[in-house]
């Protein structure tokens, strides 16, 4: 029998827990907690799972405290550029945008490519030009600008300069998702960044690239991830979760941990991810310090965890 759940993340790795006061704490169960209410929502309602992940996220994308967004990070110019992608497990529909800048809810613009052209994923001015089609709202520069995100930018550039090599995953992670599993089995997953601190300008990383941030097909699992980019990119991370799966009857738990733990972790790819299959089973494996993560099932157990 399918039972619909949902499962949210807000990045992986990004604070040190001598780091993360009570007061922080509480905030960012808080921001997990108000994703799932969301998706909950929309779930509990008999809705789609494609419904869901994107109420979830635009809730993730709402709150500054995530890298994504209003809270999204700078590029080593200063400028924020942002990626978003959104795919549904029964047609495989899809849709993304990469390095965009004005679209409140980012994961919308992608829902927009989805849904509005024929493509599945758009860059630069038609990118922009599609969500403004679709009516959706724009912020300006003020809106995204948070100082805890320009402060560690200044900090990264800095170090930059003095020759200072640093491998604090929080420069290199930030990302929010959520996957969801509704009552008819049908598979969603959405996610959404604002990428690296200080950046290339231009640079795009695993998230608007389907089958390595973000993927979903019905027959398998919904994947959103989180972490070293780049390396998700280069090791597919989320579709071979999926190839376990389908070609050598992996649960979902045990494909999704070898990805997590040998695949990326042995090769530089810290980070972690949120996955559902189509009876609603929930992993979120990570291989670094933590991952802001939650998760809520058919029978309302809510439930979100930012450590071990």
Known sequence: MTRFSLAVHGGAGTILKSSLTPELEAAYHAGLRRALDAGHAVLADHGSALDAVTEAVCVLEDEPLFNSGRGAVFTSDGKQEMDAAIMEGFSRRAGAVGGIFGPRNPIRAARAVMENTEHVLLIGPNALTTAQKAGLPFEDAAYFFTQARWDALQSTLKMRRDGIEDDDPARRHGTVGAVACDAQGTLAAATSTGGMTAKAPGRVGDT????????????????????????????????????RMRHAGQSLEDAAAHVVNIDLGQNDGSGGLIAVDSKGNITMPFNCDGMYRGSVTQDGTFETFIYR
Do not use: K
């Open 208 to 243: 608007p690239i389907f089958g390595a941030g973000t993927f979903a097909d019905n027959a398998t699992c919904a994947v959103s991830g989180t972490g070293h980019g780049e390396v998700f990119i280069r090791f597919t991370a989320a579709a071979e979760i999926a190839a």
